[in-house]
T-cell receptor, first 109, second 116 residues
Framework: AQSVTQPDIHITVSEGASLELRCNYS??????LFWYVQSPGQGLQLLLK??????LVQGIKGFEAEFKRSQSSFNLRKPSVHWSDAAEYFC???????FGTGTRLTIIP | NAGVMQNPRHLVRRRGQEARLRCSPM?????VYWYRQLPEEGLKFMVY????????ESGMPKERFSAEFPKEGPSILRIQQVVRGDSAAYFC??????????????FGEGSWLTVV
């Protein structure tokens, strides 16, 4: 069965600092991988996705993620965070989306 | 270009009542997915439908829950005899074809069900 682990429940980062959110997956074949962002009381917005090809994927809002098959990871990165990035971030795998439990990102001035 | 539309956004039901959540997919999308998000948890897949067909309902509770996507009109997620544990956010999503073919799934803003 496919599964996703997001080991960090809550991360606090200073505005302007770099960010990395971790995601590990378990999947039987070449995975479809996704990162979504959710603001409080809102739906999910797709940041980026990996289906095949280049393992470094660029997304919206300055985010990128790298697929590492050997580590079963798909970590999300951003070189410099903005206060508006504060939200819940979900990693997901598979065509029908199996989600991790999310990482809540707090930005401090 | 309207996105995935869900209504109602907020619904309060007493224990034992029925809840009906509606979802209109994006224009041109014929694949609909329902997910449930319990407080402080991630989203859990419930059911995947195409027009008039349930393709995968492996995430649906065996009792009280049902879903449909008729030829005309929105998809409906129906919860009969609601209990407090049904309180959650229910998200609908849609895609043009199945995501296996590279199409992206787009989410609605959710329906928040509170059972009192």
């Amino acid at each position: 069965a496919q599964s996703v682990t997001q080991p960090d429940i809550h991360i606090t980062v200073s505005e302007g600092a770099s960010l990395e959110l971790r995601c590990n997956y378990s999947y039987g074949a070449t995975p479809y991988l996704f990162w979504y962002v959710q603001s409080p009381g809102q739906g999910l917005q797709l940041l980026l996705k990996y289906f095949s090809g280049d393992t470094l994927v660029q997304g919206i809002k300055g985010f990128e993620a790298e697929f590492k098959r050997s580590q079963s990871s798909f970590n999300l990165r951003k070189p410099s965070v903005h206060w508006s990035d504060a939200a819940e971030y979900f990693c997901a795998v598979g065509a029908q989306l199996t989600f991790g439990t999310g990482t809540r990102l707090t930005i401090i001035p | 270009n309207a996105g995935v539309m869900q209504n109602p956004r907020h619904l309060v039901r007493r224990r034992g009542q029925e809840a009906r959540l509606r979802c209109s997919p994006m224009k041109g999308h014929s694949h609909v997915y329902w997910y449930r998000q319990l407080p402080e948890e991630g989203l859990k897949f419930m059911v995947y439908l195409q027009k008039e067909n349930i393709i995968d309902e492996s995430g649906m509770p065996k009792e009280r829950f049902s879903a449909e996507f008729p030829k005309e009109g929105p998809s409906i997620l129906r919860i009969q005899q609601v209990v407090r544990g049904d309180s959650a956010a229910y998200f609908c999503a849609s895609s043009r074809t199945h995501q296996n073919s590279g199409n992206t799934i787009y989410f609605g803003e959710g329906s928040w069900l509170t059972v009192v």
